[in-house]
């Protein structure tokens, strides 16, 4: 369980959120009833409706406790204190390193559960708006910097990046084999000086 799981603040609500990844990554969205999930936890569905609007809700807290938001985690530890591209280097190298694991496995069926249900398709498109904030800004200060051409518009970089990132989503769901870190990560960084402005791009 995540860190994001455990903060104790409510812990009928983190069981709740832990029951449902349980029943959704066991019967998919669809399948999975408010009712089950909250046998799951202990409780009766007052437990839920109390705390949740409903299934939608349930499902995005639940990817929430089990994902998260590499960029803010790499500043919260202070770890790159140089270039911004350094930052986007190193998370698209976690691309082939990182395992499928229930976080993945949950964003994957909230994308398919989108496709038939509204409010499952507008609170992903929130979540994703949401991450998307911190990566916008990396952008628009490698812009300020010269580390990225300054006409290049920053949501087309943000949405290709996103692109790329759930493409590995659908590899992990089936299992195909990924390619090797040390080529991937030449191309990452070539990607990255790719977009750098030639006058002040830095050299390899």
């Given at each position: 369980m995540s860190d994001a799981a455990a903060t104790g603040a409510d812990p009928t609500r983190d069981r709740l959120i832990?029951?449902?990844?349980?029943?959704?990554?066991?019967?998919?969205?669809?399948?999975?009833?408010?009712?089950?999930?909250?046998?799951?936890?202990?409780?009766?569905?007052?437990?839920?409706?109390?705390?949740?609007?409903?299934?939608a809700e349930l499902l995005l807290a639940a990817i929430e406790a089990h994902t998260t938001n590499e960029l803010e985690q790499l500043f919260a530890d202070h770890r790159f204190e140089g270039r911004v591209t350094d930052i986007l280097?190193?998370?698209?190298?976690?691309?082939?390193?990182?395992?499928?694991d229930d976080g993945q496995a949950l964003l994957l069926e909230a994308f398919v559960a989108a496709r038939r249900d509204p409010e499952v398709a507008e609170l992903m498109r929130q979540l994703i708006r949401q991450r998307g904030e911190t990566f916008a800004a990396l952008v628009?200060?490698?812009?300020?910097?010269?580390?990225?051409?300054?006409?290049?518009?920053?949501?087309?970089?943000?949405?290709?990046?996103?692109?790329?990132?759930?493409?590995?989503?659908?590899?992990?769901?089936?299992?195909?084999e990924q390619p090797a870190a040390g080529p991937w990560e030449q191309l990452i960084a070539q990607l990255v000086r790719a977009l750098g402005d030639p006058v002040t791009r830095p050299e390899p």
């Open positions: 832990e029951a449902a990844a349980t029943v959704f990554a066991e019967k998919g969205y669809d399948g999975a009833g408010v009712q089950e999930i909250a046998r799951r936890a202990g409780f009766t569905t007052g437990a839920i409706y109390g705390r949740f609007r409903g299934k280097t190193t998370v698209g190298s976690h691309l082939v390193t990182d395992p499928f628009e200060d490698a812009k300020a910097s010269g580390l990225v051409v300054a006409d290049l518009e920053t949501e087309a970089v943000v949405r290709f990046c996103h692109a790329v990132g759930f493409g590995f989503l659908l590899f992990g769901a089936i299992d195909l």
